[in-house]
């Protein structure tokens, strides 16, 4: 599995110091060799920080010729692992690429090994009573319906059919359209549709933050995955965040102590083909499609800015009439409750207590169980419980372990130009492409989605859901000594998403190879 020497990847400067994170890269380094970062894509690892610039462009394979994923590869090649783990090394461009089950069926991969990807993959994320536990059956979802899906036989019928995502990363936009532009050229020459295509960042502002369209820090929660070997147990350097290889990456050890399970392709297939993949845990007469890939969950969330703001700006004029110690009530102060965390990413905290800024080490049992200081229904408490549904602190630790088995390495990015004017709607689209990477999508991404944002009854709430991607509804605010309630509207919809299988390098060439 990656053994012996590697070519560098294409798009990477040697030479030039790389401004990744290098301390975190030691600390938490995955625990993966860097020889077997070659057989990974890059994107497991990183979300290409360093690399501001994006593009999504979504792919229907209907009429594609056979060899449009070589063609592509010569132009955008697939990044692996090693330019983020290795020193001395840079990335300029990078590319990644993931294909829906539609998708592969449209590439030529036997019904016999399709029958081995989960059940959500093939089902999809459309699949009607799935549609319905992910609250994408409602008012969060744009008028008409969503958009766009993999349009599997079991789903219901979205206008586009997406089977295949392409990202693109570079470091300057200009040079970025000019390697869209390659791509897009090279795939309408081998006769592939481009459905959809979003342009995509993650520029900083001012002071270093990046910031999603309602103005808050983004991606300041993200879980640290460790190779599990069985005998040594995890580094023991964040508890909190510390989670087993394998709930990113199939084929190696997960949260249940079992091997993150993918699919497989039998020994019917041609013998030259076969040989591609490696043996990893298959059982005898399969090779392993799966090793050293993962799935992905995309969805292109819409984020109504103007609206966020002027409904909050109402709810606090509302809360100010009512009197009492409500002077101090304005919209940016629901709205940090409605997140959870101020708008530079630090968690709110009861008076007196206070988490430094940067710092994801906490728990909510010891240190916030009424939700004085982040309200127990707030979106980042919803999404990530830690400790917080722990009835007492001898349960504590078995709860935090236990929410710490349904964590997903979060990789989305935003769309669309920033608001001049927060309180003004400009009539443009904007919002975030929401991607997550995990190896079991209905204990992972659907359980947080289903049992903790959108339960009612979470943390002993009535009749509420996640404020932050929820229906409209209320949201209980805990004050001592009389707690506030408000009306939260609808601010993010849905305009299209599927689950996608982002594959190891060599089931890739295998892929390539259909």
Not at 48 to 75: E, I, K, M
Not at 323 to 343: F, H, M, N, S
Not at 355 to 368: K, L
């Amino acid at each position: 599995m990656g053994s012996g020497p590697v070519a560098p990847a294409a798009g990477v400067a040697a030479g030039r110091e790389c401004d990744v994170d290098r301390d975190a890269i030691s600390t938490h380094g995955w625990g993966l060799a860097t020889d077997a970062w070659a057989e990974v894509q890059g994107l497991v690892y990183s979300g290409y920080g360093t690399l501001p610039w994006a593009r999504a462009l979504f792919l229907d394979l209907t009429h594609a010729q056979s060899g449009w994923l070589t063609s592509l590869r010569a132009v955008a090649p697939i990044t692996d692992g090693r330019p983020i783990v290795e020193p001395k090394v840079c990335v300029d461009k990078a590319a990644a690429i993931a294909f829906t089950s539609t998708g592969l069926a449209a590439m030529g991969l036997g019904e016999d090994a399709l029958r081995t990807f989960s059940l959500p993959f093939r089902e999809g994320m459309h699949q009607q009573n799935r549609r319905r536990r992910l609250g994408d059956d409602g008012p969060t979802v744009v008028d008409g319906g969503p958009q766009w899906s993999g349009n599997t036989p079991t789903s219901l019928e979205t206008p586009a059919t997406v089977h295949a995502l392409l990202l693109v990363y570079h470091r300057s936009e200009a040079d970025l359209d000019r390697y869209a532009e390659e791509a897009r050229g090279t795939l309408l020459a081998q006769k592939v549709a481009i459905v959809r295509e979003i342009k995509l960042d993650i520029k900083p502002d001012q002071c270093g933050k990046v910031r999603e369209h309602f103005g808050f820090a983004d991606g300041v929660s993200q879980p640290l995955p460790y190779l599990d070997n069985g005998r040594d147990g995890p580094p023991g350097h964040d508890p909190w965040n510390e989670i087993p290889l394998g709930e990113i990456l199939i084929g190696y050890r997960n949260a249940h102590a079992e091997i993150a399970p993918g699919p497989q392709v039998p020994a019917t297939d041609s013998a030259a083909r076969w040989e591609l993949l490696d043996p990893g845990n298959a059982p005898e007469g399969f090779r392993d499609l799966g090793l050293n890939g993962t799935y992905m969950v995309v969805r292109e969330l819409r984020q109504d800015v103007g609206r966020f703001w002027t409904s909050l700006d109402n709810q606090a004029a509302i809360l100010r009439r009512q009197g009492g110690d409500a002077g101090q009530v304005t919209a940016e102060w629901l709205a940090e409750r409605i997140v959870g965390r101020d708008r530079d990413g630090r968690l709110l905290c009861p008076v007196g207590t206070s988490v430094a800024e940067g710092d994801n080490r906490f728990g909510f049992r010891s240190r916030d169980p009424h939700g004085f200081g982040c309200p127990l229904g707030s979106h980042v408490r919803r999404a990530n419980p830690r400790d917080g549904l722990a009835p007492d602190e001898d349960s504590a630790e078995t709860l935090r372990a236990a929410a710490n088995n349904h964590r997903i390495m979060r990789r989305g990015r935003k769309f669309g130009r920033v608001i001049a004017d927060p309180r003004h709607d400009d009539g443009e689209e904007r919002g975030l492409l929401f991607i997550c990477l995990n190896t079991d999508i209905a204990r992972q991404f659907e359980f947080v989605q289903q049992t903790w944002l959108l339960n009612p009854n979470f943390a002993t709430l009535y009749q509420e859901r996640d404020p932050l991607v929820g229906p409209n509804g209320p949201l209980t605010i805990p004050q001592d000594p009389l707690r506030r309630i408000v009306d939260v509207e609808t601010y993010i919809e849905l305009v299209g998403g599927e689950y996608f299988f982002l594959p190891g390098i060599r089931a890739l060439a295998y892929l390539e190879s259909l």
